[in-house]
């Protein structure tokens, strides 16, 4: 018997367990604090179930004892086995909610079978982790092969099309920390650059204008192409280029010239004048091979002023009204404190107003009065900040940097790829969550409804994440047992 507890000590990661009921019973806290109101409804019977409480603790038993059968029951050959059929029936469930699901706070992504409420999206991450490493756990596995980045992107853009579908954008958005994860096993090291560049032109095409970014995108590939060629008269050259280009809304308004080239935008201009010889000089260099760094830089420029001219495109004229208001208020284009920007204005207030220590548990008034919608699932971080304060805020942060590098050192350390795949795979998942909802409650980023992840109301977010984690704890099991 000695031998045996001695045996499970050491066998299980107890860092990442620690951290994930510390995280849980947490959020159990600030689920009874941010509903109080409804707690005080139901006070004169006593305790109840039906409270958003009642119900967290009742999956929180039940999580419990699937985390007890993931760990000690389920071998990991039983996901290498049956990892296609779980993905498979991921698809289907998220396809079938896209028929039958029921909508919640606008987006479709729920399955209702009489009492019990899924939600697929996030078990979706289970599945894709699993499948993510199967497929780079093969020997062959090479980023250089285009069969298999075709493959991984598909597992990818399909689930995340149909999350899309659902109008699910944050549990969507979750799937570029993978990235993450194929950057760690050998992904082209521009990738990540040039995805953090995408944004900011986006940002910038919104708050400044599309011609604006297009001339901040050709100067900044200016500035790469000197430093890599090293010769300072391309920077001249390129600089004089640029602002005789800045001139182009100008002209556009003049009065002998408006009749002519008033009629197209100044980004259009732009375009027009450089994409004909941007085309001509890719072509050339596909037989010159000394110009290479020429044509990836000017295939970026046009990809790059694509995107630019998709951006406004896509906020203005296919995105609903809320959404683009809620992105006009995060960028500071529109204040909007009582419409769409009344959320995180709110919860921004509920924030501040914690101080250092914050105002006591069940004092916060912007909690108790629930001025902050969805303050115990996607802003249950502002009963956090208002009641716990910069030190509670801090220590919940904390607590999910310590989960990540625990899981992130633990991956590195197994002895296979699978493993080692899906461990990071957990942490980008964890971690993308964390840094939306955040975000998001402080006014960083738009609100697209994301749980944090175990402190959220929530039985879908909660076993989503039990599933994922211990998973990974069982495959971690047995190979601390070898």
């Excluded at 409804?41 to 009642?54: C, E, H």
């Excluded at 999580?63 to 990991?76: Q, W």
């Excluded at 996030?122 to 599945?127: G, L």
């Excluded at 004909?276 to 790059?304: D, N």
């Amino acid at each position: 018997m000695i031998h045996s507890r001695h045996t499970l000590r050491k066998r299980i990661e107890w860092r990442i367990v620690i951290c994930y009921f510390a995280l849980i019973l947490f959020g159990l806290v600030n689920i009874y604090s941010s509903s109080t109101g409804e707690a005080a409804s139901l006070a004169a019977a006593g305790w109840s179930w039906n409270t958003k409480y009642g119900m967290q603790l009742i999956w929180f038993g039940i999580v419990l004892a699937l985390d007890v059968l993931l760990l000690f029951a389920v071998p990991s050959r039983f996901y290498n086995v049956f990892v296609w059929w779980i993905y498979f029936l991921t698809l289907a469930l998220l396809a079938a909610t896209i028929f039958v699901g029921t909508t919640v706070n606008g987006s479709k992504s729920w399955l209702v079978l009489g009492p019990l409420r899924l939600q697929p999206a996030e078990f979706s991450k289970i599945a894709v982790s699993l499948a993510i490493a199967t497929v780079m756990e093969k020997f062959t596995f090479s980023f250089r092969n285009r069969r298999d980045v075709v493959r991984l992107a598909l597992l990818l853009l399909v689930p995340m099309g149909l999350i899309l579908l659902e109008k699910e954008t944050g549990l969507a958005l979750v799937y570029m920390g993978f990235l993450l994860v194929f950057y760690r096993e050998g992904m082209n090291r521009w990738v990540l650059p040039l995805g953090i560049l995408a944004i900011a032109l986006a940002i910038l095409s919104l708050v400044l204008s599309p011609f604006a970014a297009m001339l901040i995108l050709a100067g900044v590939l200016l500035i790469w192409v000197t430093v890599e060629r090293r010769e300072l008269k391309i920077l001249l050259y390129g600089v004089v280029a640029i602002a005789a280009l800045a001139f182009l809304p100008r002209l556009c308004r003049i009065e002998a010239l408006a009749p002519v080239l008033g009629r197209l935008n100044p980004e259009i201009w732009l375009l027009l004048l450089t994409a004909p010889a941007a085309l001509f000089l890719i072509i050339r260099s596909l037989f010159r091979k000394r110009e290479s760094l020429l044509r990836h830089t000017l295939v970026v420029y046009l990809a790059g002023a694509a995107l630019i001219l998709s951006t406004n495109t896509v906020v203005y004229k296919v995105l609903q009204d809320h959404q683009r208001l809620r992105i006009e208020s995060l960028l500071g284009i529109r204040d909007d404190p009582m419409g769409a920007g009344y959320n995180v204005h709110q919860s921004m207030i509920a924030i501040g107003s914690g101080g250092f220590s914050g105002k006591g548990f069940l004092a916060g008034t912007q909690t108790r009065f629930d001025f902050v919608p969805e303050q115990s699932t996607d802003f249950i971080f502002c009963t956090v900040g208002e009641e716990w304060g910069f030190v509670g805020a801090c220590g919940v942060i904390l607590c999910y940097i310590l989960l990540i590098l625990f899981l992130i050192s633990s991956a590195e350390k197994q002895n296979n790829r699978f493993a080692r795949v899906y461990g990071w795979c957990v942490a980008a998942c964890i971690l993308m969550h964390v840094l939306i909802n955040i975000g998001m409650t402080i006014g960083l980023m738009p609100v697209i409804g994301i749980p944090l992840p175990l402190v959220s109301y929530g039985g879908s977010s909660l076993m989503a994440f039990s599933i994922l984690i211990f998973i990974y704890l069982r495959m971690s099991y047995e190979q601390r047992g070898r």
